[in-house]
């Protein structure tokens, strides 16, 4: 059996490991557009802000693909699948299958605004994003315009003032992390980003990007602010274009099902660029964090070599480093429900707050502290009623029964 993963990134090396442990014969290529080893893309704003060294970010050996006994076919992006054929297309030669997974990731959402093509105009989706980042700011940037306040947005932002930068942040809705908290919450977020001197702008949009050939500026309704570097933090989309032809169903994602199969036989997907179950949200979904690619990754990787595994579905989980202070939530935000009722704790060093809906938690939102949120996150993730608990959940000193000696 041969085996093609095209993309090398949470899901396709979680992939690529899990069935060479089940499968120790069959052939595996691995098919990357970067030219790297692979790396972890989470670590791309602590580049950027020096916290780590580039060597730091790579996550398996330089032996990796030796080991195991992968043919990698790196810097070479795949430009069509034929399922007829059993084939994708690399650079124009044919690369035969048996199975296939597609797990090619995301890449930035670039708005349609003038000036989006600037220099100085940047997203943050790889490496190379990042030392084009670094190598911009080394020719003098002093003043940066983050779009977008979301959670790429904001570690952007904070890697970009740690290194001395003037931040400005334009985010088009109300609050900071509008998708990931409450606004109550999020203003105990933006206190502290604001005192260590990130300015922002909410409730406000971009509608230009202004310079004659590099960014001067951005435009906001009839104000102009200053800046000689953008980096845009709004989102987001999965790499679908290559599929035109192929016959797989997608949606903004790849639609797949409970063993992460696509409608296309033999070919399955995994990653950033899938679509979905959330089972707390009850919907269809493309939640592009690193738990997620790496869990969907060794589903595809049993069902692949032949070991039946059932996807349960997307965790709705997100963790921040806001300055050393972590933020968390899970499951969904008030704007999503309706009536939800609430358990906040706040005190000297956290504030914590739970959404109840018909006695089970609907979400969970932390900041300063986390204990007890794996516990929390498998509440929300089983449908467990909390009633008789609710009122002990938050406290620092609850312990999970299941834990009690």
């Not at 120790?24 to 557009?33: F, V, Y």
């Not at 932002?157 to 998708?179: C, H, N, T, W, Y």
């Not at 102009?224 to 709004?234: A, F, H, K, P």
């Not at 516990?375 to 009633?387: A, N, T, Y």
């Amino acid at each position: 059996m041969h085996v093609v993963v095209i993309g090398t990134g949470g899901a396709g090396v979680s992939a690529i490991q899990t069935i060479r442990e089940l499968d120790k014969k069959c052939k595996i290529t691995a098919i990357s557009k970067e030219e790297h080893m692979p790396y972890s893309p989470c670590s791309l704003p602590y580049l950027i802000g020096g916290e780590i060294k580039k060597k730091n970010i790579f996550r398996v050996g330089s032996d990796f693909y030796e080991r195991n006994k992968v043919k990698p076919l790196l810097g070479k992006p795949v430009s069509k699948i034929a399922p007829k054929e059993k084939a994708v297309l690399v650079n124009g030669r044919k690369v035969k299958y048996d199975r296939l997974l597609v797990a090619a990731g995301s890449q930035p959402l670039r708005p349609p605004i003038p000036g989006i093509d600037l220099e100085g105009v940047f997203g943050l989706g790889n490496l190379a994003d990042a030392e084009d980042i670094l190598r911009w700011i080394k020719k003098g940037t002093k003043e940066t315009v983050v779009l977008g306040a979301g959670f790429i947005g904001i570690e952007c932002a904070i890697a970009l003032q740690r290194l001395g930068l003037e931040v400005v942040v334009f985010e088009m809705l109300d609050s900071v992390l509008p998708k990931m908290l409450d606004k109550d919450m999020s203003l105990e977020v933006q206190r502290i980003l604001e005192k260590e001197g990130i300015r922002f702008k909410l409730g406000k949009q971009v509608s230009e990007i202004v310079g004659n050939g590099k960014v001067k500026g951005v435009v906001s309704g009839k104000r102009r602010t200053s800046c000689d570097m953008v980096v845009l933090g709004i989102g987001v989309r999965p790499n679908t274009e290559f599929l035109k032809g192929s016959g797989i169903k997608t949606n903004f994602g790849i639609l797949v099902d409970d063993h992460l199969r696509t409608s296309v036989k033999d070919i399955y997907a995994a990653g950033d660029i899938v679509e979905a179950e959330d089972k707390v949200r009850g919907s269809r979904m493309v939640n592009a964090i690193w738990p997620n690619a790496v869990d969907q990754g060794k589903i595809a990787g049993h069902n692949i070599a032949g070991v039946e595994r059932q996807y349960e579905g997307l965790q709705s989980i997100n963790i921040l480093d806001v300055y050393g202070t972590p933020v968390l939530s899970i499951g969904m935000a008030s704007f999503e429900l309706k009536g939800p009722e609430v358990e906040k704790v706040k005190t000297n060093r956290s504030v914590k707050k739970m959404l109840i809906k018909d006695g089970r938690i609907a979400g969970v939102q932390m900041i300063g502290a986390i204990r007890n949120s794996g516990h929390l996150l498998s509440l929300v993730k089983k449908g467990i009623d909390v009633e008789e608990i609710r009122h002990h959940l938050l406290d620092d000193r609850y312990v999970d029964p299941a834990l009690r000696s």
